[in-house]
């Protein structure tokens, strides 16, 4: 299991988010305002990056769609989670939610 944790501006969330979502397998992630609200503090646990070939976000090929800070789209490394799940952790520009997000495990 990997830890990690992140202090930055809270217009950087969503581009630091992707960058670090892209890179492993996020099992939990918290997004909370720190600094009076003037930052946020990211905790992501996470796995080693697997290959997606079962990932539903995705389709299997490790790539998805994801939306930049002016709103146009670029093909990232999957995060894994799906465009719901982002908006509601507050990963996504203007994201007013911070619901603390799970990935799904086949008993729930
Ligand atoms: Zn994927």
């Known amino acids: 299991m990997i830890e990690i944790r992140i202090l930055c501006d809270h217009a950087d969330v969503p581009r630091i988010a992707q960058a670090v979502l892209?890179?492993?397998d996020a099992t939990a992630v918290r997004r909370t305002p720190v600094a009076g609200g003037t930052r946020s503090n990211l905790l992501i646990t996470a796995e080693h990056r697997s290959d997606h070939t079962d990932c539903p976000v995705c389709d299997g090929d490790g790539m998805t769609l994801w939306i930049l800070?002016?709103?146009?789209?670029?093909?990232r490394p999957c995060t894994g989670i799906d465009y719901?799940?982002?908006l509601a952790t507050g990963l996504l520009p203007h994201a007013p939610r911070r619901d603390v997000w799970h990935r799904h495990t086949p008993q729930d």
Request: overall charge negative; charged content about 30%; proline content about 8%.
């Open 22 to 24: 892209g890179s492993v």
């Open 69 to 75: 800070p002016n709103g146009t789209e670029q093909r």
């Open 84 to 86: 719901e799940d982002l």
